[in-house]
């Protein structure tokens, strides 16, 4: 292979660091859009294939915001898959009128309507994994988007480098710790075209705001090396919140009681002299065991669920959770 370019460097280590999900004979799905990071996701993956034994297919959805841009840009990954003789999937959706239906925003139901058009295809291709090609600089954004939103320790961490989509499908992240400029040095160094999506310099979307006057201002006026410091900072609030979280569940392992989908009982006692911020994090847990929507419980709801470990009072929580106490016991209950 001769030299290997620094990007190479890090993907391959990223594969390595991971082992379970580039096992020999693994179908990976990578999400491919065109741009420049999901490319070199793409010709990155084509260059590990054989050596790791994988089954590479590709996945595009057209968004239909751009008219004949959104069809080119389709046709345009469609032969650079066939170029490499790769299988390749796509689909299109109207995200604008389904934004307007949903009364959601552009950005949110592109990445709605984009993740359930993945499952789908995964789960009907049986593809165990995907990946999708957010980086080093996507990282820093997201940790000082969360930082402007108002933020705990688990937004700190930022992007996870894998979840579960669904069961029997993982989301990963080979990338993320691989800068932008390592990037585009890997495609300039191949000769590898891609395309341009002029969305990405309008400054109507926030993240977009970040990425070209925030970031650069904080880079000029306070800290050229900031993306740096932001990158340090979800590394360490990452491995706090995993250990905050392990204790967590140690903690409600032995308050519950009892469990079922609807019903949980737990023993206030186990709370007492556990410090609040571990309790708020029982309760995130208990919340992501149960399935419950998490989507409404900010900061306060948190709070207010450890206070009620030391009183006997009853509460009702967004998304139909009540809570009702008698003795030691603390029920927490679903409403339908």
Same mark, same amino acid.
């Given at each position: ?42 010709? +990155? ?252 419980? +900010? ?38």
């Amino acid at each position: 292979m001769g030299r290997m370019s620094p990007f190479l460097q890090q993907l391959r280590a990223a594969i390595t660091a991971q082992p379970e999900y580039y096992q020999r004979g693994e179908r990976l799905l990578l999400a491919v859009s065109g741009g420049a990071d999901s490319i070199a996701l793409l010709r +990155g993956m084509l260059t590990f294939q054989k050596e790791f034994s994988l089954e590479i297919a590709v996945i595009h959805l057209n968004h239909q915001l751009r008219g004949e841009h959104s069809d080119s840009d389709a046709q345009w990954v469609k032969e650079l898959c066939s170029r490499f003789n790769t299988r390749f999937f796509w689909g299109e959706r109207d995200i604008s009128a389904i934004a307007k239906e949903s009364r959601k925003g552009i950005e949110e139901t592109a990445r709605l309507v984009r993740y359930e058009f993945i499952k789908e295809i995964a789960r009907e291709e049986k593809f165990s994994s995907v990946a999708v090609a957010h980086h080093a600089n996507d990282q820093a954004e997201t940790v000082l988007h969360h930082i402007l939103r108002g933020t705990g320790m688990a937004g700190l961490s930022g992007i996870p480098s894998s979840r579960e989509l669904e069961e029997g499908i993982q989301l990963i992240r080979p990338m993320l710790h691989i800068s932008r400029k390592d990037i585009l040095s890997y495609l300039q160094e191949i000769d590898q075209p891609f395309l341009e999506d002029a969305t990405n310099q309008e400054n109507h979307y926030t993240r977009n705001r970040i990425r070209n006057q925030l970031l650069p201002l904080l880079k000029e006026e306070y800290n050229q090396n900031i993306e740096a410091a932001l990158l340090r900072l979800s590394t360490q609030a990452k491995e706090l919140q995993e250990f905050i979280t392990t204790e967590a569940n140690k903690i409600l392992d032995d308050a519950i009681q009892d469990i079922s989908p609807h019903v949980c009982r737990l023993s206030r006692s186990r709370f007492i002299d556990v410090p609040t911020h571990l309790v708020r994090a029982c309760f995130v847990e208990l919340w992501k065991r149960q399935n419950w929507s998490r989507q409404k419980m +900010g900061y306060d709801n948190w709070n207010r669920l450890a206070e009620l470990t030391q009183c006997k009072k009853n509460h009702t929580f967004p998304s139909g959770i009540n809570v009702t106490q008698r003795n030691d016991i603390m029920m927490l209950e679903r409403r339908e």
